[in-house]
């Protein structure tokens, strides 16, 4: 069974940053893709930022690109997401999961506020 406990989120003025982190229980983790998505009220969830299993390769949602960057630490069982010039269109609940998403993965997520 696979556990997803997400943190670092709060409240950032914009153009500050955030790191965020996912700590992910069981020994499987390194067998995994993993990756952060968000969600807005009213809007479907949507893909961040993906990582492979060994950290070497990374893909970024185009609203992003330039601006967050995603990690692992396969020793630790954790993905980050450091989050740098954040906008006020970054305000939402940050999520991750396994790439592709399973269902029954899903956290509690953690809130990002951006305020202007």
């Known amino acids: 069974q696979v556990q997803l406990v997400e943190s670092g989120g709060g409240l950032v003025q914009a153009g500050g940053s955030l790191r965020l982190s996912c700590a992910v229980s069981?020994?499987?983790?390194?067998?995994?893709?993993m990756g952060w998505f968000r969600q807005t009220p009213g809007k479907e969830r949507e893909f961040v930022a993906g990582v492979n299993r060994s950290g070497g390769s990374t893909n970024y949602a185009d609203s992003v690109k330039g601006r967050f960057t995603i990690s692992r630490d396969n020793a630790k069982n954790t993905v980050y997401l450091q989050m740098n010039s954040l906008k006020t269109e970054d305000t939402a609940d940050y999520y991750c999961?396994?790439?592709?998403?399973?269902?029954?993965?899903w956290g509690q997520g953690t809130q990002v506020t951006v305020s202007s």
């Open positions: 999961n396994t790439q592709p998403p399973v269902y029954a993965y």
């Open positions: 069981g020994r499987t983790f390194v067998r995994y893709p």
